[in-house]
């Protein structure tokens, strides 16, 4: 199995940092622990690499700074030029070699310079590659390149590597325009001096391309005077504000910086005026120059308006501010989450993810990290034929946040429930693309009246009448839920902003659970350091009998399975198989024999065994000497608490004290999907849930 992968490039600014994130990502999801290394880096203690800090932030790496790197450009200059060049070479191979002791696996980025330094970094970077045994990626730059000039620097580079002892496994031909990457990869299958390796080519994208306003604010040294949340638009033009404003807003462009004299206030209400008609392209910023500022009834103006966007202010005059803004190069700040999924999805969209890392890793460690599980979850999500998951809370700023991650990864369809005006609002308000989302009022819907009488339907016995029944569906939660029983939703994610009875009630209501399963159970993804285990129930139920625990145990492992873990189940107790004695303890006993008899029913083959202590359950050799020969002791990975006082307490005692990251709660039993999200939640645990939907709702499917 590979160790190691060495990304290069032709030259400077080819987008390098967009294919590294995206093999990063692959490489999390198909293996272990996965480092970072980048060996020379160009800057010092004022001016951190920017790719590293973006790695170690996005992917959570936790490695120090320090760690990610050998020398500073300086330095390795400094040992080159006295002749120390086996001294570099030592130091890069102990700091490599330091990182490696802990990871599976090391991505290591090669530096690219620009001007008279490009020969130093091809040599140093390939000797680097070879003296620490990595393949070698390279990523080829073809903006503003003919094609005969993008293929004969790629064949010149195949050739040199080659040289120089280096296999190249894969050439990615980067920022082409329309139908050049085709004609390029077919030539250099015939022509390229590496044979074997693999061909790709992603086409120029100008949301990567171009710089950000935050970018420019912060190469600039600007003050950013208002719109600090929406620094992430991009700029993807610029035009000085110097005439009358009837001839300037013609010139104005979507995504245009306008850069004017700080004291041009009728540029100022005509910019902001703009952004909030209709009619008018939505400029992404307005830069102040010449150190002046709005005046205070001006100030006071602009705080009126309630769409905003940035306005940043330099101390520089209007001329070399353009000039300055005309050179900004732009990249992936750690903090642009936006440009990174983005990066990410052009990644996914253009190279063929499988494939690729068959060829980087011959097999799969054993190992599963909470990074390999979080990211599986996306693409397993995305292997489900797109879902379609309905969110009730949609005015919930993290709920917007996280449609568009995953709409962005092309991983499910999702309906917005809520005020149309009010969402509107937010997602402008926020920056955000949610253009490819359904958003669904529920008065005004079409379905409306028809739910309205099949919730009169399944709930008259009850005594509830028509317009009880108008008025409960006029519910989020209860509309949602009834999408999903006409399937006209593949799954619900609720509970940002409501209580899980507030969740689960609808569901149990109208979806109803399956066939043996008389109630609502959930568990957690505990993933710890080096493997993923199923918990449950440590949400739903406070004190289950025998009957209800061995449906959870049941329950569990079906949830299991669905996730790709083995279940090997474990009905947790105070006692290890016959030595104890008392209620809890055979509630348990005959729990475990009541799962084996709906297994079998169900006709699952699934290794359960109890009542176990939890050491017995996970250690192996505590499972030797407490439980010998079982086939469930010592490699247990699904923990059945006996109530919920024992599971809750349990798993967020091993969250808190051992590092692990809790996925859930993940509701079970349901004849469909329905998930129940915390109050306190992240975007990410967002995302996760929703993932999870629609990888039950595939399973659902699937089903026999």
Do not use: W
């Amino acid at each position: 199995m590979a160790k190691n992968l060495f990304i290069t490039a032709t030259e400077a600014r080819s987008g390098k940092s967009v294919i590294s994130l995206g093999i990063m990502e692959l490489l999390i999801r198909n293996l272990g622990r996965v480092g970072f290394f980048r060996p020379i880096i160009d800057g010092d203690k004022n001016r951190p690499d920017n790719d590293i800090q973006l790695f170690s932030t996005h992917f959570k790496l936790g490695i120090s700074y320090e760690n990610m790197f050998a020398y500073t450009l300086a330095q390795a200059s400094d040992l080159i030029g006295q002749g120390r060049q086996d001294e570099l070479m030592e130091g890069i191979f102990t700091s490599y070699k330091a990182l490696e002791n802990n990871h599976d696996f090391i991505l290591c980025e090669g530096i690219e310079l620009e001007g008279s330094s490009a020969s130093f970094e091809f040599d140093v970077n390939a000797k680097i590659a070879k003296n620490l045994g990595c393949p070698i990626l390279l990523v080829a730059n073809a903006y503003k390149k003919s094609m005969e000039e993008v293929i004969q620097s790629i064949k010149i580079y195949h050739k040199s590597f080659i040289q120089e002892g280096c296999e190249v496994i894969a050439t990615i031909v980067n920022r082409t325009i329309p139908d050049q990457g085709r004609h390029i990869l077919s030539r250099l299958q015939e022509q390229s001096p590496a044979p074997g390796q693999l061909l790709y080519a992603v086409p120029n994208d100008i949301r990567l391309g171009n710089p950000t306003v935050g970018e420019i604010a912060h190469i600039l040294g600007a003050d950013i005077l208002y719109g600090k949340d929406q620094i992430n638009r991009h700029v993807y033009s610029f035009t000085v504000a110097a005439m009358q404003l009837r001839n300037f807003l013609t010139r104005l462009e979507h995504g245009t910086l306008v850069i004017t004299p700080g004291d041009r206030s009728d540029v100022i209400v005509a910019c902001l005026c703009a952004v909030s008609s209709m009619t008018m392209p939505n400029i992404s910023g307005i830069m102040l120059t010449g150190g002046l500022r709005p005046e205070e009834p001006i100030c006071r103006l602009i705080e009126g308006f309630s769409t905003m966007v940035p306005i940043l202010a330099v101390e520089k005059d209007t001329f070399p501010s353009a000039i300055m803004v005309s050179r900004v190069h732009a990249g992936i700040s750690p903090d642009n989450e936006r440009k990174i999924t983005r990066a990410l999805e052009v990644f996914d969209t253009y190279v063929r993810s499988p494939e690729l890392a068959q060829k980087i890793i011959s097999s799969r460690t054993v190992v599963v990290t909470p990074k390999m599980f979080e990211y599986g979850l996306l693409q397993k999500a995305r292997e489900s034929k797109k879902q379609h998951i309905v969110l009730p809370e949609a005015e919930d700023d993290r709920i917007l946040a996280a449609a568009e991650i995953l709409l962005r990864r092309d991983v499910v369809r999702l309906t917005l429930l809520g005020n149309k005006a009010r969402i509107r609002k937010k997602i402008s308000r926020l920056g955000l693309n949610l253009d490819a989302a359904n958003i669904l009022e529920i008065q005004t819907s079409e379905h409306f009246e028809a739910y309205v009488h099949t919730y009169y339907a399944l709930r008259k016995h009850k005594g509830i009448t028509m317009e009880i029944a108008r008025d409960i569906m006029s519910d989020a939660n209860f509309f949602g839920t009834m999408m999903v029983h006409e399937a006209d939703a593949d799954g619900m994610v609720s509970g940002a902003v409501h209580t899980t009875q507030d969740t689960i009630r609808p569901a149990f209501e109208i979806i109803k659970t399956k066939p043996g399963i008389s109630f609502v159970s959930s568990v957690f993804f505990m993933c710890l350091k080096d493997r993923v285990l199923v918990y449950g129930d440590c949400a739903i139920n406070p004190d289950p009998d025998a009957e209800l625990l061995a449906q959870i145990a049941v329950s569990s492992a079906r949830t299991a399975q669905i996730f790709d873990i083995a279940p090997r189940v474990a009905m947790l107790s105070y006692s290890t198989g016959i030595s104890g004695k008392g209620a809890d303890v055979e509630k348990v006993r005959k729990a475990t024999g009541l799962a084996r008899e709906l297994a079998a029913v169900q006709g699952l083959d699934i290794k359960i065994e109890g009542p176990i202590q939890y050491d017995a359950a996970i250690d192996p050799i505590v499972a030797g000497i407490k439980m010998p020969g079982s086939a469930v002791a010592g490699k247990a990975t699904v923990f059945i608490f006996p109530d919920l006082n024992t599971g809750n307490n349990t798993y967020k005692a091993v969250q808190r004290s051992a590092g692990a990251v809790a996925i859930g709660p993940v509701l079970q039993g349901l004849n469909k999907p329905v998930n129940d999200l915390s109050r306190g939640c992240l975007v990410s645990d967002v995302v996760n849930t929703i993932a999870i939907t629609a990888i039950q709702a595939r399973a659902e499917k699937e089903q026999p």
